[in-house]
Each structure stands twice: as C-alpha cells, then as structure tokens.
C-alpha cells in the first residue's frame, strides 16, 4: 500500500515537473518568435539580402525547434550554438545592415564597406556550416550508448586530505603569483599586460582554475562519502575555502566576461542544477541573458535621453536607430569579419592549412619558430588596416571563417563536421558519474560562445589551458598521491 502511495505520488511530481517543462517551451518559442519577428520587421535591406538572412533564420529556428521539443539529450552545446548564432549571425548584421544602409558612406566600425552581395555570400557559408553540423550532430550523437554506471568506494579515508592537498597548492599559487595579481588589479584593461602571452596563458588558464578544481573534487566527494558531521563541516570548509581563492584568482574586476561566464555558469549548474537541467532552461537562460538582458542594459547606459523622457514617452526605447546604434560596435564584428577573410582569400589566396598551425601549435614560442603564423584574428585586423586604415589589429575571427581562410569552401564544411563530433564527444563525458569530466564538458559548452566568435588560436589555447587545470593536473595529483599512498584510485565502473 505505501509502495503504491509513493508510486503515485512520484508520478504526480513527474508530471507537475513535466508540465512545467511544457510550459516554459512555449513561453520561450514565443519569446523567440516575437524576436524574430521583430528585427525582420525593423530589417532595411533588398529582396535578396533579406531572403538570405530569412533563409538562416529558418534553419536557425528548426535547430531550437529540435533541441527545445524533440532531443532526448541534455545539450547545452547546442543550447550555445543556437544562441551565439542567433545573436552574432542575425540579431547584429541585420541591425547593422539597417544602420549602415541609412549612411552617406556605409562602412562598419572596422572602417570596412557595407557590400550587400559579400552579405549575401557570408550568409550562404553560414547556411552550408548550419545544414553539415546539424547532420554530423544528430548522426553522431545517435551513436552514443547509454551505459549505467556506479562510483566504486571513494577515498573513504583519504579525500579530505587530498581536498587539504589542494588547499595547500592553491595558497602556493597565490603567494608565488601575488605580485602578478596586484598588477592585474591596478593595471587598466587598455594597457597591455608586460607579462608573455605564454605566461599569461599558464598563469590565468591553468593555475589560476585549481580552486575551481577544488571545488569539483569537494562536491563529488562530498556526495560519494557518508561522513559524520565533523566531517561534513571539514568538507565544506574546504569548498568555501576553494570558492574565496577563485573569486581572489578569478576577480571580475581584472577577468574579461568570455572568462568569467563559463566559470560562474558552471558553479550554478554544480550548487544549483535544477536551473540548468533541460535545454529548455539553459536555452532560455542564454538567450535572455545575451540577446534581451544585455542589448537592454547596453541601450539604457547609452541612450541620449534622460529617464524623465523615457517615461514620459517610452516609445523612445523602441527608436530604431538608437537599438542598431549598439550592434555597430566591435563587440559584434563577427559577422562583417567573414566578410573581411571572404576578401583577403579574394586578394592573396588560401592558407591550405598552415595558418591553422598557430592554433595546433600554440605552445610553441615564437622565439623558437620565427616563423609561426599569424592568429587568424591577426589576419583580419591586418587586412582593414592595410586596404582601409583602420588603427586596431587584434579583432575576432569567426570559427566558420578558419576554416574558409584555410580550405574554402570546403574548409567551412570540415571545420562544421569537426565541432559536431566534438561536442558529441564531451556529450559522453557530460553524461559521466565523474564529476570533473562533466564539470569540463558544461564549460566547454559555455566557452563555445568565445571559441565560434573567435579568434580560433585564442579559443582553442584558452580551452586547452583550462583542461590542464581543471581535469589534467587534477587528476595526475590524485593519481600520484593514490601511489604514494597506496590508496584505491577513484573510478567508475559497470553495473
């Protein structure tokens, strides 16, 4: 009779869950078709140019169709893809189209020309990147097999020495980089740091995450092990005291918001991850916080009138040249700078794969290989500012572009078949009972919004850091003190 009771009460929680769920994917389709419908609305382009960006809009809107109603799969790398596309390969050219179109002479911040057939070409690659990872994505995830695991016995005795371990480490790292950190505090964000990009890299992306790592650890602990309460407290000590060293290394005064987003997402999918549990969630998240939250703050600080005006007449907020305004700037260049490596393959020809060896082979100094190539972000900036005298070189490069500076074409379609069965690999490790495993692949997925602006050397260098700090050297720890301590070594294995 209880048995039954239980049954029947959990059954009614699935379905107010379920129903929910229901709830929130219809508030959020409609949500994003309202959207839609509105930067169309406010779109001022040819027939042809609005067709291609409405062709990618279609495609775009099939995609979040699928991921928020049909996938099984918890994916919050589609839930990324879908919303950095949206944003960087809708929302902003076309808000950017309609201003430049209004213009004397159109040219983008990047003193780079408004050219509606380049428009149209970069359209037609991103439609050809869409249509080959969608089919790679959903083939290969279809091969993925459901395996149940269960995690042997934990280091009953010996986690929270390994936990202290780490404490120790991260003091280490602190007091041996305070005077880097001190710089990073007064230092202001234009002035360029004296430290190497090597040092910077080795410092901010792999020392600088052991506290993050620490705090894995001490979750996946905590949940393995039954303790008694002094143990328990000992445990959550260890873990506050790993969250005060990552908001010390971590500080978002001196962190940029590409680094610090995938961090703190993380920490709430660890503490709190019935808010980033379905596609649906994480989805809507995303996109309220980059395409209505955001754009919203940016408009207010920025709008030339003063909030008695804004009240008095608010249809001042919906002004369409005052919402393009903030889409001009270099923030959301990714677009136009397709654009840019579409001419600079016109002008000088394609890589064929060699510039691709600056990201592979990033840790090679240029000191030792004088003549390493130039970061596909270098490129673009050089480019501008040799044919049309723009002063900054270091802009973003989309992901979509790497693969069209090196291979054409067919560069777009292997660089879109390269990520799907990526993302489809850390599916796996997001699917693991490790819990470092799953915390990489959660932060590989927030960190795609930066790897698909570009540039890709800097993407991909930053992710690599990041995984030496967070599951690499972590482990080899572990591992190494399991030796030396003739300890059981923490796996999973088959029911």
Do not use: C
């Given at each position: 009779m209880q048995e039954k009771l239980f049954y029947r009460g959990y059954g009614k929680y699935l379905h107010k869950i379920s129903k929910g769920l229901m709830i929130l994917r219809n508030t959020f389709i409609l949500v994003y078709l309202l959207v839609t419908v509105a930067i169309f609305s406010f779109l001022d382009a040819s027939i042809s140019l609005w067709l291609s960006f409405f062709s990618n809009a279609v495609i775009l809107s099939f995609f979040t169709y699928y991921h928020i109603f049909i996938e099984k799969f918890y994916s919050p790398f589609l839930s990324t893809y879908i919303v950095f596309n949206y944003l960087f390969f809708l929302v902003a050219p076309m808000s950017q189209v309609t201003?430049?179109?209004?213009?004397?002479?159109?040219?983008f911040s990047n003193n780079f020309p408004f050219e509606e057939s380049l428009f149209i070409k970069t359209n037609f690659l991103i439609s050809i990147f869409?249509?080959?990872?969608?089919?790679?994505?959903?083939?290969?995830?279809?091969?993925?097999?459901?395996?149940?695991?269960?995690?042997?016995?934990?280091f009953k005795k010996s986690s929270l020495s390994i936990l202290y371990l780490l404490v120790l480490l991260c003091i280490l790292i602190i007091l041996m980089n305070w005077s880097f950190i001190l710089d990073e505090l007064v230092r202001p964000n234009w002035l360029v740091s004296n430290y190497s990009v090597g040092d910077l890299l080795i410092r901010k992306k792999v020392l600088f995450l052991f506290p993050l790592s620490g705090v894995v650890l001490g979750l996946s602990f905590l949940k393995a092990n039954k303790l008694n309460r002094q143990r328990f407290f000992l445990f959550l000590f260890a873990i506050l005291l790993f969250l005060v060293f990552l908001i010390l290394l971590k500080n978002p005064l001196t962190e940029k918001r590409n680094a610090l987003g995938p961090i703190?997402?993380?920490?709430?999918?660890?503490f709190y991850p019935k808010f980033m549990n379905s596609n649906v969630k994480t989805t809507f998240l995303l996109f309220f916080s980059m395409i209505v939250a955001f754009p919203a703050i940016q408009f207010l600080t920025h709008v030339d009138y003063g909030f008695a005006d804004l009240l008095s007449n608010p249809s001042l907020i919906f002004r369409k040249n005052d919402l393009n305004?903030?889409?001009?700037?270099?923030?959301?260049?990714?677009?136009?700078?397709?654009?840019?490596?579409?001419?600079?393959?016109?002008?000088?020809?394609?890589?064929?794969?060699?510039?691709?060896?600056?990201a592979l082979l990033f840790f090679v100094p240029r000191s030792i290989w004088s003549g390493k190539p130039d970061s596909s972000g270098l490129i673009v900036?050089?480019?501008?500012?040799?044919?049309?005298?723009?002063?900054?070189?270091?802009?973003?490069?989309?992901?979509?572009?790497?693969?069209?500076?090196?291979?054409?074409?067919?560069?777009?379609?292997?660089?879109?078949?390269?990520?799907?069965?990526?993302?489809?690999?850390?599916?796996?490790?997001?699917?693991?009972?490790?819990?470092l495993k799953k915390s990489v692949a959660f932060y590989f997925a927030m960190h795609l919004i930066f790897l698909?602006?570009?540039?890709?050397?800097?993407?991909?260098?930053?992710?690599?850091?990041?995984?030496?700090g967070l599951y690499i050297i972590p482990k080899l720890i572990i591992k190494l003190y399991c030796?030396?301590?003739?300890?059981?070594?923490?796996?999973s294995r088959k029911k």
């Open positions: 201003t430049m179109t209004s213009m004397d002479i159109p040219i869409h249509i080959t990872f969608f089919l790679f994505y959903v083939g290969a995830k279809s091969l993925i097999r459901q395996k149940n695991k269960k995690t042997s016995d934990v703190y997402l993380l920490l709430i999918f660890l305004e903030g889409y001009m700037s270099l923030n959301y260049d990714a677009f136009i700078n397709i654009g840019v490596v579409i001419e600079h393959v016109s002008f000088d020809g394609l890589s064929y794969g060699y510039q691709l060896l600056s900036g050089n480019h501008v500012k040799d044919h049309y005298d723009f002063h900054f070189t270091n802009l973003a490069n989309p992901y979509i572009a790497e693969g069209f500076l090196n291979f054409g074409i067919v560069g777009v379609i292997v660089m879109a078949i390269v990520l799907a069965l990526v993302i489809v690999y850390f599916l796996t490790w997001l699917k693991s009972s490790d819990l698909l602006r570009g540039d890709f050397t800097n993407g991909y260098s930053y992710f690599i850091g990041t995984l030496f030796f030396v301590f003739k300890q059981k070594v923490w796996v």
